[in-house]
């Protein structure tokens, strides 16, 4: 089993300048790799994914994968505007732990310009992440999602992961027009989605699976099983969650795949993308 998607952070380090208000509180501490409660759920490999826009981030992303078995891939930062863009990425896989390197992902969700991903300077970025074999994270909100399919449409050669389903409004209950534009976005074959982030989307305090359903049920219809991963989203998951009743519900909301398309969605898919063996 492969845990697709979760962070770590030590504040000492750095602060994580997104954990803001009362409501984060249960965030702010610091989370190892001895904190995340992977074997004890059967998961015998994670992909580790930045947390900030700061360089300095992601090397220390790599050290911790080559000290850690269990950390078998790791999503990292870099400047995608930068015109040096080719030799920072070069240089992140020429770092102690460098192999580990997998793919890169940006805040999108925070950028002010719905069309950010459609910038010159940040496809060319693009480009580059595609042509060194190494994949991009869509960190979006469904607003966004206009851009990314125009984004991911042109950069064909650039493998795509989509995270947290695009953060649908589960709180709420809506569908449209999030269910319309992910089913555009699937119809990409460069695309695949992880299958997390959808308790923190819902009410915190009492959501239950079904409330998670008609979204998973969009997703894995869309892309089909064959391209959507599980991920716990932990430590942020903890905010509505434990990591135990993330991975139940995930178990729910795929019960009724077949036992391939289930092994697919709990690891195989993972493997895939990000070169796990």
Request: with cysteine; proline share 6%; aromatic share 6%.
């Amino acid at each position: 089993m492969i845990d697709a998607h979760h962070h770590v952070w030590d504040l000492s380090v750095r602060d994580q300048d997104w954990i803001t208000g009362p409501a984060l509180d249960p965030l702010r501490r610091n989370f190892g790799i001895e904190d995340l409660p992977a074997a004890a759920n059967g998961v015998t490999a994670t992909v580790l994914v930045q947390t900030v826009t700061v360089r300095e981030e992601t090397p220390e992303f790599l050290a911790l994968a080559e000290a850690h078995d269990l950390v078998a891939a790791v999503v990292g930062w870099t400047d995608l505007t930068a015109p040096s863009v080719a030799e920072d990425l070069a240089a992140l896989r020429a770092a102690p732990g460098g192999g580990h390197l997998r793919g890169i992902r940006h805040q999108v969700q925070g950028e002010a310009d719905p069309r950010w991903l459609c910038r010159e300077d940040v496809r060319a970025g693009l480009r580059e992440v595609g042509a060194q074999g190494l994949v991009y994270e869509l960190l979006t909100l469904p607003h966004q999602l206009p851009a990314a399919i125009e984004t991911v449409t042109t950069l064909p050669k650039t493998a795509f992961v989509l995270d947290h389903c695009s953060k649908p409004p589960v709180a709420s209950g809506e569908l449209e027009p999030w269910a319309g534009l992910v089913r555009k976005l699937a119809s990409r074959p460069n695309v695949t989605c992880k299958l997390s982030g959808l308790v923190t989307e819902a009410d915190w305090a009492q959501w239950t699976v079904e409330d998670l359903r008609p979204y998973a049920e969009v997703v894995l219809e869309a892309f089909g099983p064959e391209r959507v991963m599980f991920g716990s989203d932990w430590p942020v998951c903890l905010l509505a969650a434990p990591y135990e009743a993330v991975l139940g519900a995930a178990e729910a909301l795929i019960g009724g795949l077949s036992a391939a398309e289930r092994e697919d969605v709990f690891g195989g898919v993972a493997a895939r993308v990000y070169g796990i063996g």
